[in-house]
């Protein structure tokens, strides 16, 4: 399988649950981001990984813990969630610096998404 | 900080029309700009970016983008739109900070190519 790929590609959970997005690139990148995307707002982009490491949380509440394994995957484990958090939620990956430096102008490849929708 | 606006909500067009999607950017130093794509229930495509060199830049299925630094302007344009066309159109640039790859990203063009 090439590309990114991302599961499941729908999900509908209650308040109370605890579920897991997966994502899965097989370009090689050594970066991953996950973004939110909402019927109200713009893509918002939510963590950032180099080289396994979180280098970006974007304000995200806790309810939304990311989890980067390897280069090649990336989980957003959700809990408690709210109505609002319901969504298309975004892998990419890149070729990316290690730690983050300047003069980086990779494009980003994304996944097919998620869509989540918070009862 | 760095934004990027895109000023037309929906676009419609004639197949075989010109098409163009605006967006104007605001970024401290060299602005890095990138258009992406989404069709329906699809993740985004990467169509063309802008980092240096001659202002017009061609991408994929035929769409190019201008850069106008004066405007600070970087509109996505093709000269014969096709009905396939029609879908989601982002334009982005990098984050002025050191800060890799991020991206902040406009509000979205829908376009629409009627036959």
């Known amino acids: 399988e090439t590309g990114v790929t991302q599961t499941p590609r729908h999900l509908v959970m209650g308040m109370t649950n605890k579920k897991s997005l997966k994502c899965e690139q097989h370009?090689?990148?050594?970066?991953m981001y996950w973004y939110k995307q909402s019927a109200k707002k713009p893509l918002e982009l939510m963590f950032v990984?180099?080289?396994?490491?979180?280098?970006e949380n974007n304000s995200v509440p806790s309810r939304f813990s990311p989890e980067c394994p390897n280069s090649s995957h990336l989980f957003l484990h959700l809990h408690t969630l709210q109505p609002e958090d319901s969504a298309l939620y975004l892998c990419?990956?890149?070729?990316?610096?290690?730690?983050?430096?300047?003069?980086?102008?990779?494009?980003?490849?994304f996944g097919p998404g998620t869509r989540l929708t918070v009862l | 900080a760095q934004s990027v606006a895109q000023p037309e909500d929906q676009v419609n067009v004639a197949e075989g029309n010109p098409l163009t999607v605006k967006c104007t950017y605001s970024?401290?130093?060299?602005?890095?700009l990138f258009w992406y794509v989404q069709y329906p229930n699809r993740g985004l495509q990467f169509l063309l970016k802008?980092?240096?060199?001659?202002?017009l830049v061609k991408g994929s299925y035929g769409f190019e983008a201008e850069f106008n630094k004066s405007q600070t302007s970087f509109h996505l344009k093709k000269p014969s739109a096709l009905v396939s066309d029609s879908a989601l159109y982002f334009c982005?640039?990098?984050?002025?900070?050191?800060?890799?790859?991020?991206?902040?990203f406009g509000g979205g063009t829908r376009l629409m190519v009627k036959p």
């Open positions: 990419a990956s890149s070729q990316g610096p290690a730690g983050g430096l300047a003069d980086s102008y990779n494009e980003q490849f």
């Open positions: 370009l090689g990148h050594n970066a």
């Open positions: 990984y180099n080289f396994k490491e979180q280098t």
């Open positions: 970024v401290s130093g060299n602005p890095y």
């Open positions: 802008y980092i240096t060199g001659d202002n």
């Open positions: 982005a640039v990098r984050h002025s900070r050191n800060a890799g790859n991020m991206l902040t």
